[in-house]
């Protein structure tokens, strides 16, 4: 049976950052959280974000859910996944830019 899963992205950050920024960042954390393989294998993941969160560019999340959104869809992405922060800043807007990156690069590609 698939259960639900928690990436926690304190976990992932430099000593003190309150920024997560850069694809090559992004990369790293999807690898060393293995969100990949947590998406297929799992029926629910959970993204808490630290408290203390300044930011989360489009550019990170771009590199950090690209395998997935460009498997799943923005529609299944948002199903499988939801994000747990008691903090100020919200990720929506740029997770939805993200989002759109993905598949405006995934469509411009498969041409």
């Known amino acids: ?21 850069g694809r090559d960042r992004g990369e790293e954390v999807r ?3 293995r969100v990949d393989e947590l998406a297929e294998s799992a029926d629910h993941v959970i993204v808490r974000i630290p408290e203390d969160t ?3 560019n489009p550019s990170f999340l771009e590199e950090f859910f690209r395998n997935i959104v460009k498997k799943m869809g923005a ?3 948002w199903q499988k996944f939801s994000f747990d922060n008691k903090g100020e800043y919200q990720v929506k807007d740029n997770l939805q830019l993200a989002i ?3 598949l405006r690069k995934s469509s ?3 041409r």
């Open 1 to 21: 049976m698939k259960e639900d899963v928690l990436i926690d992205l304190a976990d992932y950050r430099t000593a003190g950052a309150l920024v997560y920024t």
């Open 31 to 33: 690898k060393k959280s």
């Open 54 to 56: 300044f930011s989360i």
């Open 75 to 77: 529609s299944a992405f």
């Open 100 to 102: 759109e990156r993905i």
């Open 108 to 110: 411009a590609l498969s």
